[in-house]
């Protein structure tokens, strides 16, 4: 067995057969590694809870896998030893850092018993620019039993699938094949908008095999906050940090009391919609991280919702999510193709888990 001091010495800096360039090429690929372990222990442990690790969440993280254009190539001319070293930094940038997910407990784990419940989309239609009859289609085709859209202006009429039921509050709707029952809508504010929003709307529905809390939600987002710390001149500017840490605050405690009301339902609960949060995120997990998440247990990829561009550079994050409680179960959610929003739908199979 190989101890480990002699495996460190293997892939310490050398020098090879081409002077000092297989030195400082270990340094650097050494150094790639530890900054990218950082990186991801950084963002998984402070995303919205320090405010440079916020920047990390929503920022573009496929720019940390520039260097490998350069990198391996080196690599394979003078240090083929280190190659492994770089394919582990690889593994890292792809996988935990940019958010790849890979639910291996679906694979491995035999799957509970189910009885069949809903078909779910959600999808933010970006105030009513976006495709219609590129939305319209995708019902028609993926025959989903209930569908929730945000930021869907109250002047933009829906056509409804013949039999089916609307409920909206403000820019929150909820369309589904079977009865709804009103229960609730809640507002909050989206700083720096001086009118509050609607952050959640509640409906009951009568669906096959009983009743169902379905939740669809739109919570703040910190986009003004991101982009006063973006500089032109030194890429961030931690003296305007400021409004981001504030812009974080108030998503946490907008959280906690859309939680707080969704926690006294009484029945199976779906949450859908716009959370304007990764998984990585530190108020996803300690406000959310109870419920299952449809895409997290049941996709496989990047499951990218949103997609953005901040002077030229693409950023694109996984903030739509579906939620369930106790009782149900997602059997498979993927995401949906473009309808013109510049967020995707996410669609997926909800449950019942039999006792």
């Known amino acids: 067995m190989v101890s480990i001091r002699r495996l460190i010495a293997w892939y310490a800096p050398f020098r090879s057969n081409s002077g000092g360039t297989g030195a400082w090429l270990s340094w650097l690929i050494w150094l790639y590694l530890f900054v990218t372990i950082s990186l991801v222990g950084i963002m998984h442990l402070a995303g919205d809870r320090w405010w440079l690790a916020t920047v990390l969440l929503f920022g573009p993280r496929w720019l940390l896998s520039l260097p490998l254009v350069v990198l391996v190539p080196l690599t394979a001319c003078y240090g083929r030893r280190l190659l492994l070293l770089l394919m582990i930094t690889t593994l890292l940038i792809f996988g935990p850092f940019m958010g790849y997910n ?32 590129h939305l319209f289609s995708l019902i ?13 202006p109250k002047k933009f009429k829906l056509s409804l699938p013949s039999g089916w039921q609307l409920e909206r509050a403000g820019e929150l709707a909820v369309l ?40 669809t939600v739109h919570l703040p987002s910190p986009r003004y906050g991101l982009q006063s710390v973006l500089s032109r001149k030194t890429i961030l500017n931690p003296a305007r940090a400021g409004l981001l840490k504030q812009e974080t605050e108030h998503r946490r405690k907008t959280s906690q009391d859309v939680r707080s009301v969704i926690s006294a339902l009484n029945q199976p609960v779906i949450i859908a919609g716009d959370f304007n949060m ?25 499951g990218w919702t949103e997609g953005a561009s901040q002077r030229g550079i693409v950023m694109s994050v996984r903030i739509d999510h579906i939620l369930t409680g106790s009782g149900l179960t997602p059997s498979r959610c ?7 929003s510049d967020h995707l739908p996410l669609i997926a199979d909800i449950g019942r888990t039999k006792l």
């Open 102 to 133: 890979l639910p291996l407990f679906k694979i491995v784990a035999p799957l509970k018993q189910r009885v069949p419940a809903l078909r779910v989309i959600t999808c933010n239609i970006q105030s009513g620019n976006f495709n219609p009859e």
């Open 176 to 215: 589904s094949r079977y009865p709804l029952r009103q229960v609730k809508s809640m507002t909050a504010l989206h700083p720096p908008h001086t009118w509050p929003r609607t952050v959640l709307l509640h409906c009951v529905i009568s669906a096959p095999g009983g009743d169902i809390d379905f939740c």
């Open 278 to 302: 990764p998984v990585e995120s530190n108020i996803y997990s300690q406000v959310w991280g109870a419920y299952s998440n449809a895409f997290s247990s049941q996709g496989v990829g990047y």
């Open 334 to 340: 993927q995401v949906g193709p473009d309808v013109g």
């Open 140 to 152: 028609n085709e993926s025959a989903p039993d209930v569908v929730a859209l945000q930021e869907c």
